[in-house]
Nanobody, 121 residues
Framework: QGEVMESGGGLVQPEGSLRLSCVASIGGRTIAKMGWFRRPPGKERELVAIITEDGRTTYGDSVKGRATLSKDNAQNTLYLRLDSLKVEDTAVYYC???????????????WGRGTQVTVST
């Protein structure tokens, strides 16, 4: 089994920026996809951004134009930069990794414990 661990987050001011990091420890398996989701208070979990093994990146509608996803393949590390922060960006941010096969039983879905981001003055 593998694990993912997030870092970053905390209290940030509106119009500021944040950078989150996620490291996936998956025992030499490939990363089929890796990304960030978030759960705002009282709402459902939503996609922030995700990148596939072939480099295709998808951003959630609420962060398009403000988010930048980057990945260090050698270190199995994913970075999220989110600019022009809004109060509505307040959420618990979760790192997600699909290790191994992209579909089916030969892959594994891994979630981090989450990191709180609060946008407030």
């Amino acid at each position: 089994q593998g694990e993912v661990m997030e870092s970053g987050g905390g209290l940030v001011q509106p119009e500021g920026s944040l950078r989150l990091s996620c490291v996936a420890s998956i025992g030499g398996r490939t990363i089929a996809k890796m990304g960030w989701f978030r759960r705002p208070p009282g709402k459902e979990r939503e996609l922030v951004a995700i990148i596939t093994e072939d480099g295709r990146t998808t951003y959630g509608d609420s962060v398009k134009g403000r988010a930048t996803l980057s990945k260090d393949n050698a270190q199995n590390t994913l970075y999220l930069r989110l600019d022009s922060l809004k109060v509505e960006d307040t959420a618990v941010y979760y790192c997600y990794t699909r290790a191994g096969a992209s579909i089916g039983p030969w892959g594994e879905d891994l979630w981090g414990r989450g990191t709180q981001v609060t946008v407030s003055t």
